[in-house]
């Protein structure tokens, strides 16, 4: 049945097989502007790949458009697959492995003098899972960094200063491996340089370099206390003015409690609500704008 089977040309795989087919990624409303991204490249991707060996017929276009597009596991790497109770691709994954050829492609045949090599066992095994992720990270030294929870779905670190009395950055791995920042619980924007940089993802990049590489960069100021910010500023839980065509959000961060002082003492910036909040060594003269 349509759908049933890889869509490679020439591959006879199904489900029937016993192996693993994966649906061609699509992008759903709740993504992020950088998931929507990958998932657009991917599929891009998955279907020159496909239609290199195979002409666009009817069915073939009415497949695509309903989405009804597999690929079986035999077309990726190892590293490529999460094993779980049911197997899934890393974010991104293109296959590599064991594709159709035009007559053109295929390589002439040359006899080769066979060399017996000693493969290099790798320091660090692949990242396949959150599992493997957590593993890893508790052989590490990430200090000041905390783990402050591990399961099936993410894991949290937070780093905290000695001001306040809510972290200064938090990480969070999702189970696909993938990284958001918070910095004093503000979510740093997809657009971010330390997203861009460092794909989103721990499997491209070592998470003590990862976290390091947090530490050293600029925190954005905020906006000038000046009159005109603070009487446009509103709190994150209030709903916008539709009059205003700025948004500007009044950062507050708890301290430290101070027994000495006789009341709650907090840390205030003014943002805009796109504020990219981390800043990188290299833009460290950009600042917060409306």
Known sequence: ???????????????????????????????????????????????????????????????????????????????????GKRKTLVAGSIPTENLPQKKYDAPKQERRVLERKQLEVPKTPPLLDINTFTEQLQRKEIEPWKIVKSNNDEVRLEYYDDVHSIPKYTVIVNSALEFSVFVFNWLVPDQNFVYVENKRS??????????????????????????????????????????????IVRHSVPKVIDPEEPHFQVSIRYRSVGCDTLTSSEHSNSSCKP
């Open 1 to 83: 049945m349509p759908g049933a089977n890889c869509a490679f040309y020439g591959c006879s795989t199904s489900r029937s097989h016993k192996l693993s087919l994966f649906k061609i990624p699509t992008i759903g409303a709740a993504d992020t502007d950088y998931t929507k991204s990958v998932k657009r490249k991917t599929r891009e991707e998955w279907l020159r790949l496909i239609q290199r060996t195979r002409v666009l017929t009817p069915e073939l276009k009415a497949r695509i458009e309903a989405n009804n597009i597999y690929i079986c596991e035999l077309h990726f790497k190892a590293e490529c697959i999460l094993d």
């Open 202 to 247: 721990v499997i491209h990049v070592d998470i003590v370099g990862l976290l390091k590489y947090i530490e050293s960069s600029k925190l954005c100021e905020g906006l000038e206390e000046d009159t005109d910010v603070k009487s446009v500023a509103v709190d994150p839980t209030e709903k916008p003015n539709p009059t205003i065509q700025t948004l």
